[in-house]
C-alpha cells in the first residue's frame, strides 16, 4: 500500500496491525459494552484501577478512560494520548473506553458548577494539565510497587513502554506489578516528563477511530440496540408553543402492524439555568406538544406518525414570523435603548461632532440549525424508577439531570452511556430528546429507541439565535478609526438560556456572546463604545459550534475590510497596523499573508480576502489566534471558495493530525454557514425541514485549505470552534474586490457569485 | 407483513416485513446492519449508501419490495481490490471526523474507482456531491481517492 501524506511510520504499522484483525480491534473501539455481542469484553480479567482515567490488567492490557464524548473532534485519540505519553506504555497497545461516574471527570466552561460534559473547546485545554498528572502519577506508583518488590530505591528504577526497568536490567511488567500499585496513594504532583522526552503529544498521531469508522462498526447513538427494546417515531406540535389538543384515529393507529402504543409527550422546553443545575436546563411547562408512535420497527412507527390524524393547538407563539423578528432586529439597531458593553474614550461626542464623515455598515443573520448529519435520538429503559439511557449525548450531566427531573427521580437513578456521536456541534448537550425517550419507555415498560426524522430535527432544533449590527465610525486623517460605535442586537443566547452568564451592569446585563470578538479584541481604537440589545424570541435557542463569534466577527471583520476600503490602504497592511500592539496577533497574520503571498499581486482572475480574529475561551480559559486569507476565482460560471490559508496560534498541538482536521473542517462548517444556513419562521415554527431547504456544503464547494501551525510555548488553548468565525468576512471582502458588491446579510446571496 | 428474500452481503436471507418499508431500515432494524446510515431519508444525503448489483442507492428510498433478485452490498459485506484500497486510505488519511457519514462516503469512493480508474478532481465531486458530511472531512475525502486510485494503479 502507497501511502501519501503526514503521517508518520509508527502509525502506519500500527495501522497494518489494525488492519489484519479488523473485527477485534473494532470492538475496542467502541464505547458501550451493551450494543452488540463483540462489543463486551472477550473474557473477564482481573484488572486493577490504578487512577481515576487508568485501568491495567493483570495481562499487562492498559485500559485508558476517555471522559469526554467523541463527536468528531478527536478526543478519543487526543485525551488517552496523553494519559499514555506520561503513563509510558506502547501507544500501539492500548484500549480506550468511556468513563463516568467521578468528580474528576467533570470540568467548567465559565461559572457552573463542574459537570462531564463535550464543549466550549474546552476539553483538551481543561483536561491536559489533569490527564498529564494522572498518568505521570501512575507511572510513580507503578514505579514504586517495583522499587518495594525489589527492595531497591525508586531512583534506581525507570520505564519503558509498559515496564519498570532497575539498575542492573531487571523488568516487570506494568501488569505484574499493578495489583501492588493500586494499593499506593496516588502523588498529587508527580514529577512530569520533560518536554523531550514526551514521545506522543505534539506529535501527529493517528486516531484511535479511524478503522471502525471507515468499516462501519462503529457505534453510534442510532445503532443501540438493547434487548426487548422497541422502536418509536415522534411528531412535535410545528409551532413552539404548541400543543396537542385531540388525536383524532388514535385507534386505527393502535390497530397498524407493528405498533404497541401511542404516547403523548410532555413539552420539555430549553429554560434557563436553576441554581444548581448543570445546564441546560429543560422545563415541563404543563402541556403535552408531541405524541410518539412505538412499534416494533422504526420504519412502522414513521408511517403510523404520518398517518396520525393530531390537533395541535399553537398555543401563545403563533404570530411569530421571520417578518416580525427581522422588525425587532431593525427597531433595536436604531433604538435608544442599549447596554453598554464597554466606552474608551469619547466615541460619542466624536461621532457627533463629525457626524457628516460617519461611515456605517449594517447586517442581519438570521437563526441557524445545528444540523448533524445523526438526527437527534436515543434509547431508554425505564424500569422500577431506574433509568438507563444510552446514544449520542453531549453532556452526561445535563442529561442525568433533566432525566430525573422529568421523571421526579434521583439523579443517581439514571445512567448514561455514551456513544459516538454523528455530529453534534452543540445540539447535543441538550438532552430534550433523551427524556421523550425516557416518557417513551415509562409508558411501555420496555426500553424505547426515539429516533427524530431528519425533518423533526430540523424544525425543533435549539437553533444559533440571530444577530444583527449597526457600526459605525469615524477615520482619523491617516485613515485609521479615531472613534467606532458597534451595537449588536437579536436574541440572547445567554438571556435565553444562561442568565447567571451575563454580565450584569447598572444599565441593564448583557451577552458577551453577542459580542465576542467584538468587545474583546486587540485593534488599536482610542474611541469605542459597545452595546447591546437583547430581542427576546420564543424560539428555542442553543450554543452552537463558535457561539455567537461566527456572527459578531462576521460584523466587526467586515466593517473593518470598509475602513480599510475607504482609507485606501491594504487589507492586510490597515489589520497589521492596528495590531501592533499584540505581538500573537501580528505573528499569525504575518504567517497567513507570507504563506499565501498577500504582498505579491494575484492573478487578474483571483480576488481575496484576509480576517483575524482571536478567539477567547468562555470566562476567558484560553485565546487561540487566527488568520485566513481565502481566495476566489471564477470557475466555469461562477466564483467560487478555491482555496484558503488559516493560520493559527493554538498554543502546544497536542496532536497536529487531528487539529490539522479541525481546520478543513471548521473551514467547511464556515463556509456552509457563509453559503446555505437559513431558519425562517412562520406561523410560530421553523420553515425549513431537510436538505433541499436547509442544504450543507457538499465536496464540490469544499475550498483546498491550506494549515499554518505556529509553533508555541502556551500550553494547548482550545481549538474546535475557532477557525469558524473569520471565513465569512475574508470570503464577504473577496466578493467586494470581485464584484464591488457589499455582503451584510448571511447567507450569501447565490447571485453575488455568479460571473 | 409477508416473508421477503433478500440476497444480502454474498447469503440469503428471509424476512417478515412490509413491502413497503425501505432497504435502509430492513438493514437497519430486521438484519442489524447497521452501518449504514439513516440521515435524510430522502436521498439526498448519501449516510445510506448501498450497492445493488454493483451500483451505489440510496437505501432509504428503495422499498424492499422493489429489490427483487438484485443483490445487496453493504459496508459490512464490500470487497474486493477498490474497497481494500479505499478503505486502506481512508484509515491512512484518518478521513473521519465524527464518522456518521463514512460508510456512504466510502461506498460512494469504491463506486466511483470501479467506474474509472484515475479519476479527475471535477469526477471525484460529480461522484461525492451527494454524499454530505457536516464536519466537512472533504479535504481527506478527495485526497484518499486519490491516494487510492494510486494504491490501485501500483
Redesign the interface.
Given at each position: 500500500?502507497?501511502?501519501?501524506?503526514r503521517?508518520p511510520e509508527s502509525a502506519?504499522s500500527r495501522?497494518l496491525v489494525?488492519?489484519g484483525t479488523a473485527a477485534g480491534v473494532a470492538s475496542l473501539l467502541v464505547p458501550v459494552t451493551l450494543v452488540?455481542s463483540d462489543a463486551r469484553p472477550s473474557q473477564e480479567q482481573t484488572t486493577y484501577d490504578i487512577t481515576d482515567w487508568i485501568t491495567i490488567a493483570a495481562t499487562g492490557e492498559v485500559t485508558l478512560g476517555l471522559s469526554q464524548p467523541?463527536?468528531?473532534?478527536?478526543s478519543y485519540t487526543v485525551l488517552p494520548q496523553i494519559l499514555a505519553d506520561e503513563l509510558d506504555v506502547e501507544w500501539q497497545r492500548v484500549k480506550v473506553r468511556f468513563v463516568t461516574g467521578k468528580e474528576a471527570y467533570k470540568i467548567a466552561f465559565k461559572n457552573e458548577a463542574p459537570a462531564q460534559k463535550e464543549g466550549a473547546s474546552m476539553s483538551t485545554t481543561a483536561l491536559y494539565e489533569r490527564l498529564r498528572t494522572a498518568g505521570a502519577a501512575a507511572r510513580e506508583a507503578l514505579t514504586r510497587a517495583a522499587a518495594e518488590k525489589w527492595g531497591i530505591a525508586v531512583a534506581q528504577c525507570r520505564t519503558e513502554k509498559g515496564f519498570v526497568i532497575n539498575a542492573v536490567g531487571d523488568r516487570l511488567s506494568y501488569g505484574e506489578i499493578a495489583p501492588a500499585a493500586a494499593n499506593l496513594p496516588l502523588s498529587a504532583r508527580p514529577r512530569l516528563k520533560d518536554p523531550n522526552q514526551l514521545a506522543l503529544i505534539g506529535k501527529p498521531t493517528?486516531?484511535l477511530?479511524?478503522?471502525?469508522?471507515?468499516?462501519?462498526?462503529?457505534?453510534?447513538g442510532?445503532?443501540v440496540?438493547v434487548p426487548g427494546m422497541l422502536?418509536a417515531a415522534i411528531r412535535m406540535a410545528p409551532c413552539f408553543t404548541g400543543a396537542v389538543v385531540e388525536i383524532r384515529n388514535e385507534a386505527e393507529i393502535l390497530k397498524r402492524?407493528g405498533v404497541h402504543a401511542l404516547v403523548r409527550i410532555a413539552a420539555v422546553d430549553v429554560a434557563n439555568e436553576e441554581a444548581g443545575s448543570q445546564h441546560p436546563a429543560l422545563t415541563r411547562p404543563p402541556r403535552d406538544n408531541a405524541v410518539c408512535v412505538v412499534a416494533d420497527?422504526?420504519?412502522?412507527a414513521k408511517?403510523a406518525v404520518e398517518a396520525l390524524d393530531v390537533v395541535f393547538d399553537p398555543g401563545t407563539g403563533r404570530d411569530l414570523s421571520s417578518a416580525k423578528i427581522d422588525a425587532l432586529l431593525q427597531a433595536a439597531l436604531d433604538g435608544d435603548a442599549a447596554v453598554p458593553v464597554i466606552e474608551i474614550g469619547a466615541p460619542r461626542q466624536i461621532l457627533r461632532d463629525k457626524a457628516a464623515s460617519v461611515i456605517e455598515r449594517r447586517f442581519v443573520l438570521p437563526h441557524i440549525a445545528h444540523?448533524?448529519?445523526?438526527?437527534v435520538n436515543a434509547t431508554a429503559s425505564y424500569r422500577d424508577g431506574a433509568i438507563e439511557v444510552w446514544g449520542s449525548i453531549q453532556s452526561v450531566d445535563a442529561c442525568r439531570e433533566a432525566v430525573a427531573t422529568a421523571v421526579g427521580c434521583a439523579t443517581d437513578a439514571v445512567s448514561v452511556n455514551v456513544t459516538?456521536?454523528?455530529?453534534?456541534?452543540g445540539r447535543k448537550i441538550v438532552p430534550d430528546y433523551v427524556v421523550q425517550a425516557v416518557q417513551a419507555s415509562k409508558a411501555v415498560g420496555r426500553p424505547v429507541k426515539l429516533?427524530r426524522?431528519?425533518e423533526e430535527d430540523t424544525q425543533h432544533d435549539v437553533f444559533r439565535p440571530n444577530a444583527g449590527a449597526r457600526i459605525r465610525a469615524v477615520l482619523d486623517e491617516a485613515g485609521y478609526p479615531l472613534a467606532v460605535h458597534a451595537r449588536v442586537a437579536g436574541q440572547s443566547l445567554f438571556g435565553a438560556t444562561r442568565k447567571s452568564w451575563l454580565d450584569r451592569t447598572p444599565e441593564g446585563s448583557w451577552d458577551e456572546s453577542m459580542v465576542d470578538g467584538i468587545y474583546n479584541q486587540s485593534y488599536r481604537l482610542p474611541n469605542f463604545l459597545v452595546e447591546t440589545v437583547d430581542t427576546p424570541l420564543p424560539i428555542p435557542v442553543y450554543f452552537m459550534r463558535s457561539v455567537g463569534s461566527t456572527a459578531a466577527v462576521f460584523f466587526w471583520e467586515s466593517f473593518i475590510s470598509e475602513l480599510a476600503s475607504r482609507a485606501r490602504i491594504d487589507q492586510y497592511v490597515y489589520r497589521r497596523n492596528l495590531l501592533t500592539a499584540d505581538p500573537l496577533a501580528l505573528r499569525v497574520l504575518d504567517a497567513v499573508a507570507q504563506a499565501s503571498n498577500w504582498m505579491t499581486p494575484s492573478e487578474p482572475d483571483l480576488f481575496r480576502g484576509i480576517a483575524y480574529n482571536c478567539y477567547i475561551g468562555r470566562g476567558g480559559r484560553f485565546k487561540t489566534y487566527v488568520a485566513e486569507v481565502v481566495e476566489l476565482a471564477p470557475v466555469d460560471d461562477k466564483l467560487k471558495v478555491n482555496r484558503v490559508f488559516c493560520a493559527v496560534d493554538p498554543g502546544l498541538a497536542v496532536n497536529p493530525?487531528?487539529l490539522a482536521?479541525q481546520i478543513?473542517?471548521?473551514?467547511?462548517?464556515a463556509?456552509?454557514t457563509a453559503l446555505h444556513s437559513r431558519i425562517t419562521f412562520s406561523n410560530g415554527g421553523a420553515d425549513q425541514s431537510?436538505?433541499?431547504d436547509y442544504p450543507?456544503?457538499?465536496?464540490?464547494e469544499?475550498p483546498?485549505?491550506v494549515p499554518i501551525v505556529l509553533p508555541s510555548d502556551r500550553p494547548p488553548q482550545g481549538f474546535g470552534e475557532v477557525v469558524l468565525a473569520p471565513l465569512a468576512p475574508a470570503v464577504a471582502q473577496a466578493v467586494l474586490q470581485a464584484t464591488g458588491r457589499r455582503l451584510d446579510v448571511m447567507p450569501f446571496p447565490d447571485a453575488v457569485f455568479r460571473t | 407483513m409477508g416473508l421477503i428474500n433478500i440476497k444480502i452481503n454474498g447469503s440469503s436471507r428471509s424476512i417478515d416485513v412490509d413491502g413497503d418499508t425501505p432497504l435502509l431500515w430492513v438493514l437497519r432494524d430486521n438484519l442489524g446492519l447497521t452501518g449504514t446510515k439513516f440521515g435524510c431519508g430522502i436521498a439526498l444525503c448519501g449516510a445510506c449508501t448501498v450497492f445493488v448489483d454493483d451500483r451505489p442507492l440510496r437505501a432509504c428510498s428503495l422499498p424492499i419490495s422493489a429489490l427483487g433478485e438484485s443483490e445487496v452490498t453493504t459496508i459490512e459485506g464490500v470487497t474486493g481490490r477498490e474497497a481494500v484500497a479505499v478503505q486502506s486510505a481512508w484509515v491512512a488519511r484518518d478521513v473521519p471526523q465524527c464518522g456518521y457519514c463514512q460508510s456512504g462516503q466510502v461506498m460512494s469512493a469504491i463506486a466511483l474507482l470501479k467506474e474509472i480508474r484515475k479519476p479527475t478532481d471535477r469526477d471525484i465531486d460529480l461522484a461525492l456531491n451527494g454524499n454530505l458530511c457536516r464536519c466537512a472531512t472533504y479535504v481527506r475525502i478527495r485526497a484518499a481517492i486519490h491516494d487510492a486510485a494510486r494504491a490501485l494503479e501500483g
Open positions: 500500500m502507497k501511502v501519501i501524506g503521517v502506519l495501522r489494525l488492519a452488540s467523541e463527536v468528531g473532534q478527536g493517528a486516531r477511530d479511524s478503522q471502525a469508522k471507515s468499516i462501519g462498526r462503529a457505534v453510534f442510532i445503532d440496540s422502536n402492524p420497527h422504526f420504519w412502522q408511517r444540523a448533524p448529519l445523526e438526527p459516538f456521536l454523528g455530529g453534534s456541534f429516533i426524522t431528519r493530525n487531528t482536521a478543513e473542517g471548521g473551514i467547511g462548517f463556509m456552509t431537510n436538505f433541499f450543507l456544503l457538499s465536496i464540490d469544499m483546498e485549505v | -
